[in-house]
C-alpha cells in the first residue's frame, strides 16, 4: 500500500469510502436471485480490514465516507438491528469522522424518523453553514475538508416507500408515482427486465423538488466559489456507471442538475454490488462502489481516495485534481476482486 504521496507530491486530505458492508451475525446466504453469494458475518472483517488499511497510511483518511447500507434488511425480522448497528459502529470508533449515507437497508431495519435521531445521522459534521434543505426531514447536508473543496451528501430516499409511515402522504405520493411505472402486484419486481424503466422498484427512491432546489442552491454558491464538489449517495445516478434496475427513480433530474454546474467533478454510490465506473460528457466522474457484502472472505472492497491538486506552471492556475482512485485487494490466494486504480483527472479549471 503506497504511503500518502505519490509523484512527491503530498495529498491535499485523504478519505476513505466504503459501500454495502450489510452486517449481520447469520450465516452466509445468497442475494434475491440466487445468483450471488452474501457473507454477512464476514463483512465485519472486511471493515476491519479497511480500518486498518486506512490507519496505516503516513497521512491518515480526514475522513471516511460509508455509502449505506450498513446493516443488512434481515436483522429486522431477527429483532437485532440495534445489536448490529452497535456492532458496526464500534468498528468505526477508530475512525475520523464518517459521513453515513442512507440506502434501502437503513430503512429496512429503521424508519425515517428512528434515522433522524441515530448515530447514522452524521449531519452533525457537517459545515456551520452546511445546512439541511429547509423540511428537516431530508437527510442532506454538505461540507469542505479543505478550501475550494466540498461534499454533498443526498438522500435518495426522500421520495421513497421506503421508512415513510403508510399514514403519510409522502408514502402514498410514493405508492401512486411506483405504480405509474410498476404494475407488479410486488414491487421489487422490476416492471420489465430489460431498459431503464427496470429502476422503478419499491428498493430505490428519488429525489424531492425541495431536495433539488436545495442542491441547485448549494451547487451555485459552489460554482461562484470555484470549488471542487463531489457528490455522494446510495444509488448511482448515471446509466453508464451501473444496471438499469440498481438507477435512481429520477436520476435524469439530478443529473440535469449536476451537469449545470461547472463545479462538480465527481458522484459517488454504492447498491450496485459489482460496482462501476462513467465519465460523462461534462468531465463528471461517476464511481460506483463494489458492494462489501459480496466480498468473498480473502478479498477485500474499499476504496482510499487522495485528492491531489497539480498545480500548474502558471501558478495562478490549478491544472487538473487527480482523484487516485485505489479500491485496495489484499488477497490471500482467493480469487481477487477487479483491482481498480487510476488516475482520473477532472477538467482544467482555471483559478
Ligand atoms: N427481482 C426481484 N423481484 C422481487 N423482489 C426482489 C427482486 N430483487 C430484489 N428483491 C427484493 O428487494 C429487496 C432488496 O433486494 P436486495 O438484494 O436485498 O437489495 P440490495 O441489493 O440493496 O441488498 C429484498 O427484499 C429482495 O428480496
Redesign the pocket.
Known sequence: MTTGSKNGIQPLFTFGIIA?I?YADIDDGF???HTRKRYYRNSINLLRNAQASWNTENIKPQFILQLG?II??HNKKDNSSDQALNTVMKEFESSPVVHHVW???EF?NFNRDTLLRSVLNSTIDSDSGGGCPSNGEIYAYHFSPASRYRFVILDAYDVSMLGREESSVQYNQAVAFLKAHNENE?L???PDCIGLEQRF???NGGFSADQLDWLEGVLSLADDQMERVTIICHLPIHPGSTTP??LAWNYDKLLANIQGHKSVVCFMAG?D?DGGYHSDYCGVHHLTLE?V?ETPPGSDAFVRIRFTIILSKSVDTIADVAVVCRAATATAGAVSRVEREGEVCSACIAA
Open positions: 454495502d450489510q442475494n434475491f436471485s447500507d443488512d434488511g440506502g434501502n437497508h429496512y410486488d421489487n419486481q422490476p422498484v419499491k428498493f434496475v440498481c447498491h454490488h458492494g457484502i
